[in-house]
C-alpha cells in the first residue's frame, strides 16, 4: 500500500558530505512525520532527525549544526543534507514515515528499506 524508497548513500570521506532522499508514494492521505533513523553494527537503531507537516523538526545531539532535515511536502519526499562526516555517522539509515492512508482513520508508521552510509577516516 506504501512505499518508502531511499536513494543517496555511498562512501564518503571524513568531513565529507551526503545528501539522502525518500520518496513516499501509494495510498496515502497524509503524511503527519517524516524522519531518518539509523543503525550501526551492533547497535540499535536510533532517531537521526524528523520533521512534521507543518516544517518543526527535532535532532539528534550527534548531528546537531551537521545534518539538516528538510521535506517537501507536494512530493512526499523528505531529505537528510549531512555535511562534516565522521566515523560516527556509519550506519544504514532508515527513512520513517508516519502516516494515514486513504481512507484510513489511523496514523501508522512505515519504513524504507535502509541505505547504507560509510564514511572512512
Known amino acids: 500500500q506504501v512505499r518508502l524508497v531511499e536513494s543517496g548513500g555511498g562512501l564518503v570521506q571524513a568531513g565529507g558530505s551526503l545528501r539522502l532522499s525518500c520518496a513516499a508514494s501509494?495510498?496515502?492521505?497524509?503524511?503527519?512525520?517524516m524522519g531518518w533513523f539509523r543503525q550501526a553494527p551492533g547497535q540499535e537503531r536510533e532517531l537521526v532527525a524528523s520533521?512534521?507537516?507543518?516544517?518543526?523538526?527535532n535532532y539528534a545531539d550527534s548531528v546537531k549544526g551537521r545534518f539538516t532535515i528538510s521535506r517537501d511536502n507536494a512530493k512526499n519526499t523528505v531529505y537528510l543534507q549531512m555535511n562534516s562526516l565522521n566515523s560516527d555517522d556509519t550506519a544504514v539509515y532508515y527513512c520513517n514515515a508516519a502516516l494515514v492512508l486513504t481512507g484510513g482513520l489511523y496514523t501508522r508508521p512505515y519504513w524504507g528499506q535502509g541505505t547504507q552510509v560509510t564514511v572512512s577516516s
Open positions: 501509494g495510498r496515502i492521505f497524509r503524511i503527519e512525520v
Open positions: 520533521i512534521t507537516s507543518g516544517g518543526t523538526t
